[in-house]
């Protein structure tokens, strides 16, 4: 069914269309053209760091920042439970194992249960800062140092967090803070991670151009027109936080006291507004009656049937996935929508 107030919707409302009519236009429409430094020089400026590798989605970006820091067969990435399989999917793209480690209350991964999951086989963590919480990096570069492990940050759900890793991955999927439709991003300071990315993203070519590869590759490149959106997304990422931010301001006001709802922690910047609700899936089915979207949590991932371990109904993770949904979170959501949707929500449990 369509719903009048999605999970999610993009905005477009800065110079999107300007940009991509260029990229068409000029005819450069493919993994070649100039909106692509563009977009990974001005990504880069805003994240504070001095290289962008854009890419094809999300996972592609932790698929390639794992491949570049040398991660492969035998070797084990701390990946956290509760985050969307792709996390863990793009360690076992790699050949490697991905070995979970359950989340604290703020639905990010537990620093207090990292050590104890390192074996020699460890090489690399992989935090997400989960619906826009940042993760406890200080804690995690102290393990990391220590153990003289490596740093990728999945940050599809993050954007407006400072990178700290060796490499931080964003997704530009349309529902995301910002969006190029599909797409991500990886960001680093390292410049030989940077160049191997690109290398590893655009099938290895060599200089000569000759078709001998030297190394298994990908072709995982964005195209032209989409990193004119993402360039003009870019642009805009301030307003669309503060935006954001306010969205967040009025749930809480809303939502707060409802008995019922459980608010979550705050975030350092808002993808979805999530919440633990009694009675969930009543409740979603009631909004849905109404015309609103919304989402379950994620699952842990040593439920899923993959990586499947028979631990996992005792994890934090599986409490809040029982628990958990997140309301329509969208740039464009006027104060007007989220009164409706807090209503219905109130009225549910007969808050008023």
């Known amino acids: 069914m369509g719903f009048k107030y999605p999970v999610s919707r993009p905005s477009m409302n800065g110079r999107e269309l300007e940009y991509v009519t260029?990229?068409?236009?000029?005819?450069?429409?493919?993994?070649?053209?100039?909106?692509?430094?563009?977009?990974?020089?001005a990504f880069a400026q805003y994240n504070g760091v001095q290289h962008a590798v854009a890419c094809s989605s999300g996972t592609t970006a932790l698929t390639l920042a794992l491949r570049?820091?040398?991660?492969?067969?035998?070797?084990?990435?701390?990946?956290?439970?509760?985050?969307?399989?792709?996390?863990?999917?793009?360690?076992?793209?790699?050949?490697?194992?991905?070995?979970?480690?359950?989340?604290?209350?703020?639905l990010n991964i537990d620093v207090t249960l990292i050590e104890d999951k390192i074996?020699?086989?460890?090489?690399?963590?992989?935090?997400?800062?989960?619906?826009?919480?940042?993760?406890?990096?200080?804690?995690?570069?102290?393990?990391?140092?220590?153990?003289?492990?490596?740093?990728?940050?999945?940050?599809?759900?993050?954007?407006g967090i400072r990178p700290v890793g060796d490499i931080a991955c964003f997704s530009l999927f349309a529902n995301k803070i910002i969006s190029s439709g599909e797409g991500g991003v990886c960001v680093t300071d390292d410049p030989r991670l940077a160049a191997q990315m690109e290398h590893l993203r655009g099938m290895a070519f060599s200089k000569e151009h000759d078709f001998l590869h030297k190394k298994l590759a990908y072709n995982f490149r964005m195209t032209n027109m989409q990193a004119a959106v993402a360039l003009a997304q870019t642009?805009?990422?301030?307003?669309?936080?503060?935006?954001?931010?306010?969205?967040?301001?009025?749930?809480?006001?809303?939502?707060?006291?409802?008995?019922?709802?459980?608010?979550?922690?705050?975030?350092?910047?808002?993808?979805?507004?999530?919440?633990?609700?009694?009675?969930?899936?009543?409740?979603?089915e009631f909004l849905t009656e109404n015309g609103v979207e919304t989402r379950y949590f994620f699952q842990p991932m040593?439920?899923?049937?993959?990586?499947?371990?028979?631990?996992?109904?005792?994890?934090?993770?599986?409490?809040?996935?029982?628990?958990?949904?997140y309301l329509p979170t969208y740039t464009d959501l006027s104060p007007e929508d989220q009164d409706f949707i807090v209503g219905r929500v109130r009225k549910f449990y007969g808050a008023g």
Request: aromatic share 10%; charged share 25%.
């Open 235 to 284: 642009e805009r990422i301030d307003e669309i936080l503060a935006a954001r931010a306010r969205i967040e301001a009025h749930y809480d006001r809303g939502l707060s006291g409802v008995d019922g709802i459980t608010l979550m922690p705050s975030r350092q910047v808002l993808w979805m507004y999530d919440l633990l609700a009694r009675d969930r899936d009543e409740l979603m």
């Open 22 to 41: 260029d990229a068409v236009t000029s005819g450069w429409i493919s993994a070649q053209g100039p909106y692509i430094p563009r977009f990974e020089q």
């Open 302 to 325: 040593s439920r899923q049937p993959m990586y499947r371990d028979p631990v996992w109904p005792s994890l934090q993770a599986a409490r809040f996935a029982q628990q958990g949904l």
């Open 119 to 159: 074996t020699p086989r460890t090489r690399a963590i992989l935090p997400v800062h989960v619906y826009g919480r940042r993760c406890d990096m200080d804690a995690i570069m102290k393990i990391a140092y220590e153990y003289n492990l490596r740093v990728v940050e999945d940050s599809a759900e993050a954007h």
């Open 68 to 106: 570049a820091l040398g991660i492969g067969p035998g070797d084990e990435v701390l990946v956290p439970e509760f985050t969307m399989v792709a996390t863990a999917w793009a360690v076992s793209y790699t050949g490697a194992t991905p070995v979970f480690v359950d989340c604290g209350d703020d």
